[in-house]
């Protein structure tokens, strides 16, 4: 497998906890492990290390910069901006700083977890953080065999991520429904339960819920403050006497597994993202092998997501970023791994094929978004392609689609509003050309400004009823002399000769397109 790369370390951390200052080897400089520093010891050799500068001052960091070069360091971090940016140049090593008031042993467990998520988020076929869930199994049983107990492991919102499968410990329904659903089953009782365990820090007994259910021992995971699930064991009457240190011990590795467990996924997510970014702007190398990491294999479509853009949304961009998170969810929920990318406020997914249920899937994720974010958001479904190679076109398609909605038509397929994006585009075509946005519906609406007269409409509505002159009459309400009329006296002001079908069809579509009229034009 592949070795994390500096690059990817950043991209996992984020640059707001991690910022970089330089990197003479660039960003594919390897990074195969995060090191505390030690004064009272040579460095010793470590090829592609990374190194925290624990207890040296940034601006002092020359001559530790120097002994990472000749260690073989990729890099080294410094707590504060204000590093020496030319040595680590010099010496060909990365700088890199967190925050002044960072604590070192946080910021190691994020490094350390960020490099070792790396090779397990490449795995060809494996989803998203896969390899730290079976870690997590792992320590489920290693859990339930040192305290005597059943033991699960959950995340912040009770869905169960683990389990132990140490037979002969006892265990009850509740155990057995969450386990068969992966959630923890609600209830009033269940929500006091954990307001007090994320209340301690220190592992809490908690009785039974039913009367034929079994207390339990539970222990909140933390990691910088943050909570990132709890340990449960069921107290079936046998526990351990250190069955508390355990599970103590426990949940500080649940932790680690947990955050190395949701880096892969973030760099999963970040990856896929940026595949999808290529294969939607025609920069994939190999469409067809990009499509298949993605899980698409044979017809799909661009679906796109936006925010409606009359609406007043104080941020925009974070809102942006919670959408795109809906999304992803109802397209994993349907179709497994699934990778979505925001670019410039507009959320693209691919969704495969066969496409019937697609605009179905659209309506069900721009209902649930405008509830969750309370903003309305608008779907637009690109044309269904037989592979990889027209997923471009169908984004296009997607892009088009997005500027004819509006309130009553928040969700379109693109053949459903084929005549209004065909339409759209030819105006844009028109528009870059001289030869085909000139000619004499300049005329007919400079008269118009001129003299105060609707030609214009009058033409529009002449057109669309067919040439038949009751039916402008009608569409204009007016008598059909007026219409007549007006007609005859567009002909001779204008210079134009509606008796020509080839003038009447270019008219017609300059005064459509370019001009933006139709019969129901006020």
Do not use: K
Request: with cysteine.
């Amino acid at each position: 497998m592949d070795a994390c790369t500096l690059g990817d370390l950043l991209d996992v951390v984020g640059t707001a906890a991690l910022r970089l200052h330089t990197a003479p080897a660039g960003l594919t400089a390897p990074v195969t492990e995060t090191v505390l520093y030690d004064g009272r010891t040579p460095l010793p050799r470590l090829p592609g290390g990374l190194l925290l500068a624990v207890g040296v001052p940034a601006a002092d960091a020359g001559p530790l910069l120097r002994a990472a070069a000749r260690a073989g360091l990729t890099g080294v971090v410094v707590r504060g901006a204000d590093g020496p940016v030319g040595a680590a140049r010099e010496h060909g090593v990365a700088l890199l700083s967190v925050a002044e008031d960072a604590a070192w042993h946080r910021v190691h467990l994020l490094l350390a977890s960020a490099v070792a998520a790396r090779p397990a988020a490449l795995a060809a076929d494996a989803g998203a953080g896969d390899s730290g869930l079976g870690d997590l199994f792992a320590l489920a049983d290693a859990i339930a065999t040192a305290t005597g107990g059943a033991t699960a492991i959950e995340d912040p919102r009770q869905r169960i991520l683990a389990y132990s499968t140490v037979p002969g410990q006892p265990v009850d329904e509740d155990r057995r429904q969450g386990i068969l659903g992966r959630q923890v089953p609600a209830s009033a009782e269940n929500t006091e339960q954990y307001r007090r365990l994320f209340a301690a820090d220190r592992p809490v007994r908690l009785p039974a819920l039913t009367g034929a259910g079994l207390p339990r021992l539970a222990m909140p995971v933390r990691a910088g403050g943050e909570t990132l699930g709890s340990v449960w064991v069921v107290d079936g009457g046998s526990l351990a006497p250190d069955a508390e240190d355990t599970l103590a011990q426990g949940a500080s590795t649940a932790a680690l597994l947990l955050l190395r467990a949701r880096a892969a996924r973030e760099l999963a997510l970040h990856r896929g993202g940026d595949l999808l970014r290529r294969l939607l702007d025609g920069t994939a190398d190999d469409p067809a092998t990009a499509a298949a990491r993605l899980g698409v294999d044979g017809p799909a479509r661009v679906a796109a997501f936006v925010l409606d853009s009359a609406a007043s949304v104080p941020d925009a961009e974070r809102t942006a970023l919670r959408l795109l998170d809906v999304v992803r969810l109802q397209c994993e929920a349907r179709y497994g791994r699934h990778a979505c990318v925001l670019l410039d406020g507009v959320v693209y997914a691919v969704l495969p094929g066969p496409g019937e249920r697609h605009r179905g899937l659209a309506e069900d994720i721009v209902a649930r978004a405008g509830r969750a974010l309370r903003v309305p958001v608008r779907a637009a479904l690109g044309e269904l392609v037989p592979d990889a190679d027209g997923l471009t076109d169908s984004r296009a398609d997607a892009d088009l689609v997005l500027r004819v909605l509006d309130a009553d038509l928040p969700v379109a397929v693109v053949d459903e509003v084929r005549a209004r994006v065909t339409l759209l585009r030819l105006a844009e075509v028109m528009e870059e050309r001289r030869e085909l946005s000139a000619g004499a519906w300049r005329r007919v609406l400079a008269y118009d400004a001129g003299h105060g007269t609707a030609y214009a409409r009058t033409l529009v509505c002449w057109f669309d009823a067919g040439c038949d002159m009751a039916g402008a009459a009608r569409l204009l309400a007016v008598h059909p002399n007026t219409c007549r009329y007006r007609l005859r006296q567009l002909q001779q002001h204008a210079g134009i000769d509606l008796d020509d079908p080839d003038e009447r069809l270019v008219l017609w579509l300059q005064l459509r397109t370019l001009a933006g009229l139709s019969a129901a034009t006020p």
